[in-house]
């Protein structure tokens, strides 16, 4: 993301899990994994959604912290349908965000696997900040969030997303009763308005609780 990302190689269940991890300019308030979109579509740790959300992330003071699923890039094994991602997701948690505040996002099929990481640690860790963006619902089984965790949550996406339809997403979050923050003419990879999504994101942080 700039000359100071740190590369970083974890070991994890199918091998070598490569990470990209970002510091903010003064002390961390906590660590953010976030994850990429589909791996057989082209998603990687370098989508431009995925470093809007780290740049965000790091402009509100944390740590981001970025991988390649499975099969993507330097990342050993083969893709999952979502099962060996979300190892691979709770892997690089586990190796490099055990203790302290942490925060869980994701875009498109990322925001999927963030989910199911959000429902296996929101009980047992200190699960600060949860950005969903571009939420894959339409061919996916999204976990729904903890009720009590809507306040922490940031779930954003296009209007105009023809990869996956806002109705989609809506279905998903109506039964929760969960807000979405919809942008007007919004894409699915967000083209033009990328500013305007890292701008969303940041006020949420800065708006989250201490």
């Known amino acids: ?66 991988f390649n699923f499975r099969g993507v890039g330097a990342s050993e094994g083969v893709h999952d349908e979502g099962r060996g991602e979300l190892e691979d ?6 190796q490099l965000a055990s203790e302290g505040p942490l925060a869980i996002a994701g875009f498109s099929f990322g925001a999927f696997v963030a989910s199911g990481a959000v429902a296996k640690l929101w009980a047992e860790r200190d699960l600060r900040q949860i950005v969903l963006v571009g939420t894959a619902a339409a061919r996916n089984t999204v976990a ?37 923050t919809v942008v007007p003419g919004g894409g699915h990879f967000f083209h033009g308005q990328l500013p305007l999504l890292k701008g969303l994101v940041v006020r949420h942080l800065r708006a989250g609780i201490a």
């Open 1 to 66: 993301m700039n000359s100071q990302t740190e590369k970083i190689s974890l070991q994890g269940a199918a091998g070598v899990i490569e990470v990209q991890r970002d510091l903010p300019a003064d002390a961390s308030r906590g660590i953010a994994v976030i994850a990429h979109p589909h791996p057989l579509f082209g998603g990687t740790m370098d989508n431009k959604v995925v470093q809007t959300l780290a740049r965000a992330f790091v402009a509100s003071g944390w740590t981001s912290v970025r």
């Open 89 to 94: 997701m709770l892997n690089v948690v586990g």
């Open 144 to 180: 729904a969030l903890p009720v009590e965790a809507h306040e922490r949550a940031l779930v954003v996406h296009g209007e105009a997303d023809d990869t996956v339809p806002l109705s989609a997403v809506m279905d998903w979050a109506r039964p929760q009763s969960l807000p979405v």
